[in-house]
């Protein structure tokens, strides 16, 4: 092999490592130029994903919240039933406790249209419907037996409180005549009577 022929043989050797330096500082180049528009689409991309997942969530909770109150609003509706009704007021009771050995009930009431003296009060399950409204009897206290006699005009809505502190929860009631109800409150000492006049709660 001639001297020329060498020389020639390394030249083709040498030429692949100028263009693959060539190559890789244009790589470099291109890399440096692009890097800031590829992280900045990154940056982005991370965003719109953030964006998109507190969405989701946001929405999965307001729908579980809603989900949520529905039920609630459900389960409080099955617990109310019907106390008693006219053909314009509805007033609904719901158990709000019992005395010991079963020896009563009591309950929470509410009414439509509302009455709000119902809201803050809780109430015997006894009633009694006559002269255009309802006579109840409102306790007091849930441990000691202290309760009012309460009567609500139907035609307005107004609440007369008739008797109070009354050391019974056991009455009984006789229709005098048709403007006169007898009441009859039983304590362990001695029978205490009330006689209600229509004339005289309607017109209060």
Same mark, same amino acid.
């Given at each position: ?45 991370? !965003?719109?994903?953030? +964006?998109?997942?507190? #969405?989701?969530?946001?929405?999965? $909770?307001?729908?579980? /919240? =809603? %989900? ?49 003296? !119902?809201?803050?009060? +809780?109430?015997?399950? #006894?009633?009694?419907?006559?002269? $255009?409204?309802?006579? /109840? =009897? %409102? ?66």
């Amino acid at each position: 092999m001639t001297p020329e022929l060498k020389i020639s043989f390394l030249d083709k050797v040498k030429r692949p490592k100028t263009s693959n330096k060539f190559i890789d500082g244009l790589l470099t180049v291109i890399t440096i130029l692009f890097y800031p528009i590829i992280l900045l689409f990154g940056l982005l991309f991370m !965003l719109f994903a953030g +964006i998109l997942s507190l #969405w989701q969530r946001l929405t999965i $909770r307001k729908d579980n /919240l =809603q %989900k949520t109150k529905l039920d609630t609003e459900k389960s409080e509706n099955k617990q109310w039933q019907v106390f008693t009704s006219t053909n314009h007021v509805l007033i609904e009771q719901k158990l709000a406790g019992s005395l010991p050995w079963n020896s009563g009930d009591y309950l929470y009431l509410r009414s439509n249209p509302t009455i709000s003296y !119902l809201t803050d009060n +809780i109430f015997g399950d #006894w009633l009694l419907v006559d002269f $255009r409204g309802i006579f /109840l =009897q %409102k306790w007091n206290d849930t441990r000691n037996i202290n309760c009012d006699l309460v009567f609500i005009d139907f035609d307005t809505l107004n609440v007369s409180v008739l008797q109070k502190n009354l050391p019974t929860k056991h009455w009984t009631t006789e229709k005098i005549n048709a403007d006169e109800i007898k009441f009859t409150f039983t304590t362990s000492d001695n029978d205490l009577t009330y006689i209600v006049k229509q004339t005289e709660i309607n017109n209060s």
